[in-house]
C-alpha cells in the first residue's frame, strides 16, 4: 500500500510540476494589484450599467406608484352631470340669451298669442 501511495505522490507532484511549467508567472511588480482590479472592472463595466438602468427604474415605477396612490388618496368632487338634473346643467352650460334665443315666450292665460276673452255677441 506505501508503494502505491508513494507512485501517487509521485504522479501528483508531476503534475504540479507541469502545471507550474504551463502557467506564466505573474507580475509582482508594485502595480500588480492596479492591473489586477483595472482587469476586472474592465469585465464588470457592462453589468454595473444595467445595474444603473435596473435601479432608476425600480425608483422611477416606484415614484409613479406613490403618484397613483396620492391621486386616489385626493378628495373626489361629485360631477355636476350626477348631481344636477338636466335643466340645470343646461343652464351652467350656456348663458340666458342663448338658451331662449329660439323659444317663444307666451304670456300666460293666452292660448297661442290668443286672448282668452269671451266672444262678443
Not at 13 to 25: F, I, N, S
Not at 46 to 74: D, H, I, P, R, Y
Amino acid at each position: 500500500m506505501s508503494e502505491s501511495q508513494n507512485r501517487m505522490e509521485q504522479d501528483f507532484d508531476r503534475m504540479l510540476a507541469a502545471y507550474r511549467d504551463a502557467c506564466v508567472e505573474p507580475d509582482v511588480s508594485a502595480d500588480f494589484m492596479p492591473k489586477l482590479w483595472n482587469r476586472i472592472e474592465s469585465g464588470q463595466h457592462w453589468t454595473k450599467q444595467l445595474w444603473k438602468w435596473s435601479n432608476g427604474f425600480v425608483a422611477a415605477a416606484a415614484a409613479a406608484s406613490l403618484f397613483f396612490v396620492m391621486l386616489q388618496m385626493l378628495p373626489k368632487r361629485p360631477a355636476v352631470v350626477y348631481t344636477a338634473t338636466y335643466l340645470e346643467a343646461l343652464a351652467d352650460a350656456h348663458d340666458n340669451a342663448q338658451m331662449l334665443s329660439g323659444v317663444a315666450v307666451v304670456p300666460v292665460g293666452t292660448e297661442s298669442g290668443r286672448s282668452q276673452e269671451p266672444p262678443v255677441k
